[in-house]
Every structure is written in structure tokens, then in C-alpha cells.
């Protein structure tokens, strides 16, 4: 199982950016999906993740300003009103249970967020 994460870049305060997620591979059901981020010297952190019921969780940092949606193996990132301290590396995280009928816990490559004030 792959995820595919695209989108981020350089924006300025106030600025929106779209960043998008998508599951490939052999997979039986995907649970949660979700988008973490890590800046220079912090551990990586929750931004927004959604089950697959559509129940959505918000780090209290990104509530009004992030919308987090889920279509089928696809999970995007909606960042509005940026702020200089959102600039990290963001990551999307998955799990679920593969063909095989394992679970997994996959994580996509990483993309830059850079937030100038």
C-alpha cells in the first residue's frame, strides 16, 4: 500500500494551499486518513485526520482554518489563512487492512509547506 501526497509550497500569510492524498495498492479497507505535520526540531504532530465514517479531529491550531475531506482513497487538505507557523513538513498517514487481510499503518513522502510572513 502507497500513499501519494501532492501539493504544499511556498504561499504567503493569509494565503490558502491544497494538499491531497491518494491510496494506492491492494487494499481491503482503509480506516482513518489523515495529515501530520513536523517543523524543524518538533516531534510530528496531528494537523486533521477523518475516519471512515467522516468523523473529523482538528488540532486545536488549525480549527476554522483547515478543512480536511475523504473520497474514496483520497484524502485532501484545505489550508486557508496560513500562518508562518504552519510551515512544516506535511505527511499523510493511513490505516487499514490490506488484501491480505493485515493491517497497516503507511505513511506518504513528505511535502513542504512554507509559510512567509
Known amino acids: 500500500v502507497q500513499l501519494q501526497a501532492s501539493g504544499g509550497g511556498l504561499v504567503q500569510a493569509g494565503g490558502s494551499l491544497r494538499l491531497s492524498c491518494q491510496a494506492s495498492?491492494?487494499?481491503?479497507?482503509?480506516?482513518?486518513m489523515g495529515w501530520y505535520r513536523q517543523a524543524p526540531g518538533n516531534d510530528r504532530q496531528l494537523v486533521a485526520r477523518?475516519?471512515?465514517?467522516?468523523s473529523t479531529v482538528y488540532a486545536d491550531s488549525v480549527k476554522e482554518r483547515f478543512t480536511i475531506d475523504r473520497a474514496n482513497t483520497t484524502v485532501t487538505l484545505q489550508m486557508d489563512m496560513l500562518r508562518p507557523e504552519d510551515t512544516a513538513i506535511y505527511y499523510c498517514?493511513?490505516?487499514?487492512?490490506?488484501?491480505?487481510?493485515?493491517?497497516?499503518?503507511?505513511w506518504g513522502q513528505g511535502t513542504e509547506v512554507t509559510v512567509s510572513s
Open positions: 498517514g493511513a490505516d487499514g487492512v490490506d488484501h491480505k487481510g493485515s493491517r497497516f499503518i503507511n
Open positions: 495498492g491492494k487494499i481491503r479497507s482503509l480506516n482513518v
Open positions: 477523518v475516519s471512515a465514517f467522516g
